[in-house]
């Protein structure tokens, strides 16, 4: 029984820091682009809904992309409080089950401004929101294994991202098949970037079990895998804008996968060394050419040349 002490003493709350931290600002980058690549290929004009793009950013980085960081983190509490203490939770400063209870907070968050965006956003914050829970928590916890746990990343971070953006853009309808194809390649490739992620963890992975791609191959064999990954759709991506008739977009692509290669070749050379090296590099091309290909889409939705 409580001591009349104990009933007088404050309830313990987070930080409003210490929830931002559970967020990570730093990995919502990747879906905010591939949001902005869907509203550049919709070929509507920005500027008169930016209103609604500056919404759509916030759901694509903040609300979706955050929660997935704040579901990870509470799933993973036991194994940080052994690897990384000092996180959010395991540290304490995100008390009991405060971080439960922000992870579904900013998930309804989420599905609530989706909802408000039109049926085909909110379809896709809703596949969102589910793979955010599969990958991080039981049962499914597809990130035991990086076949599984990489593909609903990518399609998450990627994809999805991509046909929202386009989706906000024409009021919330289903976006031109020519957008889907692309958004599904890059997100195809993204699972090849994923896994080089996934080399900082390598020796941790192999001790707490988890199935990561560089723990099931071996470093050679796992880079070698991650650069045909990202490699391919992007062939398939140049095929398409050949086809489409639109050789500028096209060449860029192109331009931008052979710098890419050129990197792939140094990274083969040490992949535990230089896997960071070629995520701030490599991956850095990758998304030029989402944008070119957008701006591919952009072109033959409007009309122009």
């Known amino acids: 029984m409580q001591t009349t002490a104990a009933l007088r003493e404050p309830r313990q709350r987070p930080s409003p820091a210490a929830l931002i931290e559970l967020l990570k600002p730093v990995t919502w980058f990747p879906p905010m682009w591939a949001f902005m690549c869907g509203v550049v290929s919709a070929g509507m004009p920005i500027l008169e809904q930016i209103g609604v793009v500056v ?3 916030l759901l694509a980085g903040p609300l979706v992309c955050g929660a997935s960081q704040v579901i990870n983190d509470w799933c993973d509490r036991e194994v940080d409080a052994i690897n990384e203490p ?3 939770i395991p540290s304490g400063r995100v008390p009991g089950r405060w971080g439960l209870y922000f992870a579904v907070a900013w998930s309804l968050l ?3 401004v989706g909802f408000l965006l039109g049926p085909w956003v909110f379809g896709a914050t809703v596949v969102g929101m589910l793979l955010a829970w599969a990958y991080s928590a039981p ?3 597809l990130k035991l294994n990086g076949w599984w746990g990489n593909a609903a990343v990518g399609l998450s971070y990627e994809g ?7 989706a906000v853009m ?3 309808a289903m976006p031109d098949v020519r957008i889907l194809m692309l958004a599904l390649l890059y997100s195809i490739g993204a699972h090849g970037i994923m896994t080089l992620n996934d ?9 707490m079990g988890v199935r990561s791609i560089p723990a099931q191959l071996g470093p050679g064999r796992a880079a070698r895998l991650a650069c045909w990954t990202m490699a391919l759709p992007q062939v398939i991506v140049i095929a398409l804008l050949i086809a489409w008739d639109r050789w500028p977009f096209a060449l860029l692509v192109v331009a931008v996968l052979l710098a890419q290669l050129a990197a792939m070749r140094r990274l083969l050379t040490d992949p535990r060394r230089f896997a960071p090296w070629y995520n701030a ?6 998304v030029l050419g989402m944008l070119a290909s957008a701006f591919a889409v952009r072109s033959l939705v409007t009309g122009a040349v």
């Open 110 to 112: 989420a599905l609530l």
């Open 55 to 57: 919404l759509g950013v």
């Open 86 to 88: 000092g996180r959010p």
């Open 170 to 172: 024409i009021g919330g």
């Open 199 to 207: 080399f900082k963890a390598i020796d941790g992975d192999r001790q």
């Open 281 to 286: 590099t490599g991956v850095t091309l990758y």
């Open 160 to 166: 999805l991202a991509w046909v929202t953006g386009a």
């Open 139 to 141: 049962p499914l916890r």
